[in-house]
């Protein structure tokens, strides 16, 4: 078996030659390094993280103080051969199963809508970097090297890994710290981190196991390494790891189908399983990082196992073992063998990968359309160095390319491209919560009913419109309902990002019930009563199993209505999304009538509507609609509901194909209404929806210029479009984009209703009972006077609804459906979410 370069030497400097007390003296060594590190890291932070820096700066720093201590020569008296001797095990241990974790974190529907631009910037990056190195290659001899380079060759090889390589590691754990993997730039940076990590390992492999690496016979006869055959053994181990991985853990969800936690067993030979095939690269002298990549990748996400593996390795790995893998870049500092020729060349090798980066940065910014400067911050982190640039280094030193001052030199330009790594982080973070502070997120913002015909067609590969999505739940028995909503707004599955689902519950109820996760017990016999978390897993896990959907379920006690609304909009605002959907206050009694069940919810609705940094839906849901004649309740899936739904078919209102649903949605006027409308437009783009627009126009004020046909003529005859800057041009431009997008496309029927007064107005709203499973409607806005005039008690009983909004969900008939509520986003006067009302 060939040399790894991934082993420990100073194992097999012990077991050559034993010295008595070394291995104590190890052992201690490193606890007491990993408590000085500890503290110290967490005093640092105390004070960086004021200024936005990651926790990664603060840990480097102290490894480096306590690097500087001398322990290693007052503990340990033996001399150590190199720098990487004590802690190349732990940390290629470590890097395995923190890149395993960053895997299975990753938003794979996200990171798919990132591929175009994720291997644009990774081929800007790596083509600039190589040919930066390249061109230095030879040059660098003189400051770095003090013996003959066996081949030029080799040395420019092991050059341009160097120069080019970043740490995905250390940018996916800056990125998730500053919660930037949430935005599309933030995604472009550690999807290109990975990318570029991933072929600076190929290259490393490739460059142990070619010809470059041979191995000397005699009579000067070179034979081929037997490393590629090694590395097509592991190849092979990796992918058929990667193949096996989805059905093997299927199998294991089958035997713990309604737990929140798999059982012990079964958890203990998913870990041991994962690590010992992460190892075989290792064993066979190549990095295992792909190889654990992949695992996480391909392990499934919406059952216990992925939530198992992720609790039981996530809090050890990120709370002591990255943190100690990222301080040991400082203590392994050497401060006695520190000179000129040391630090000047590490100083160069960052300047040169920061220059490299630069070029191809700013090469890409224009097909990518960003600035120029976000190009060069997003170069600045991807220039940050991991173990592969040390391993490399060591590869070097025994194959004669440069001596080992390199490794060192290599140590001091990790440790500086990491610092300012934090400053160029902060810049990014200030800039990407300024753009969605000040941006309109809104579904209005996303929809394609926004963008006219024209608009479209010069997009000569247009991206799916992802419409970013955060849903609140109360418990298992009401979440159906939401749920369904958010998948319906879902257009496309595979390009949808993860909805993040926020399960307030009842601590008191949490410790009454044994949680499935305590449960050891392998008698499948014995029932359990299962606690608010683990029924919500449930609802959870069926629905992405049955729609394709990612859910990311997130559970929060409750501390009272605004501390929960604080904590609702804060989630929201982490997660950039456009929309956030909570359930209403009115909830259906099994006689059908509506009633506000708890005041806290009431005031929870309250704080969020005043407090969303998004556009919010109140869903006030019917699920004991006794009739059919609509379509089916929003309470499954609509992949497990037959086309045949209550004995009838139900019809599209434009074609003659079935629909599971059929959907209104109201038009008086204003931003709030326009909101309803757009999501009306979204659900029109789901194939079991059928969506009809109905526009109130007050007869007095009727005209030829607001009907459908007129509007549909002055489109053909090329009628300019009043601009937005005129009261009132506003929505009719809307209702025109959203004509010719939706309603002459016959995905949407538009129908203008004539009324008079407001009782023609309320007298039409109950008349949509049993026609409809969902209306839409507007919580309020620039709403017409006259037709609003003689809505004063509602307006009154319904101020966190609105007058039309109260009536629809007031109606007691067992066949109204449900209602949908809409607010749009405001950006000029969105608080925070520290500002909300405390009560």
Partial sequence: MGRSYYACPQVDALVRTPIPGVALDMLFLVAIQGAAVIVLGKFLHLFLRRYNQPSAVSQILAGVAVGGMGLRSAIVHVDVDNVEDMYGGYISAARLMYVF????????AALQNATRRCVAFTYAIVAASLLVAAIVSSGLYGSMMHSPVRTPEL????????LTNTSSISVARIAGELNLRVTENGRLVVASAIATNLICVLGDGVLSSTALNKVKKTQDIYLGSPQITKGFLALAVAGAAVWAVRPAVIRVNARNVGRHHVRTRDLAAMLTALWCVSNVPQLLGFDGLPTSLALGLAFPREVPAARSVADA??????????PFLLRTIGMRLDFNAMSGAIIVPGVLLTLL?????AVGAAAAAPYLDIPVSDALRYSVLLNVKGHVDTMNMKFAKLEGVWAEQALYAMIIGNLISTLIAGPAAAAVLRKEKEAYRTRHQAVESVTSGGVTQEEEEEEEDPLPQELRMCACVH????????LSLAELLVSAPQAQPAIHVLHFFEVQQQQQQPR???DDSDDDEEEQTPDAVTEMNTVVDVFARATGVSFRQVDVVRRGAAKDAQV???????AHTALLILPCYKEQRYDGRMACRLEERRQLNHHVLACAPCSVGLLVDRPYRSSSGAGATFQTPTSLLPPDTGGRTLLHPCSDRAVAHVVAALFFGGPDDREAVSVGARLAEHPTIGLTVFRFVQRSTYDSVTSSTSRARSRRDDVVVPTAGEEGDVDERFLWRFYENYASREMAMYVEKVVETPADVVETLQGMAGMFSLVIVGRGGRQPVELMAGLERWAEAGGELGPVAEILASIESMEMGSVLVMQQHKVA???????????
Avoid: I, Q
């Fill in 568 to 574: 609702a909009c804060r989630r929201a605002a982490e």
């Fill in 101 to 108: 974790l960053v895997g299975l974190d990753l938003d794979l």
């Fill in 829 to 839: 006067l969105m608080p925070s979410a520290a500002s909300c009302p405390r009560r």
């Fill in 353 to 357: 990968g920061l220059f490299g980066k």
């Fill in 475 to 482: 418990s298992a028995h009401a979440a159906p309902g939401v």
């Fill in 155 to 162: 040395l420019a090889a092991t050059l341009m890994v160097a």
């Fill in 313 to 322: 390795l996530g809090p050890p790995v990120n709370g002591v073992v990255l």
């Fill in 516 to 518: 499935g996760a305590s």
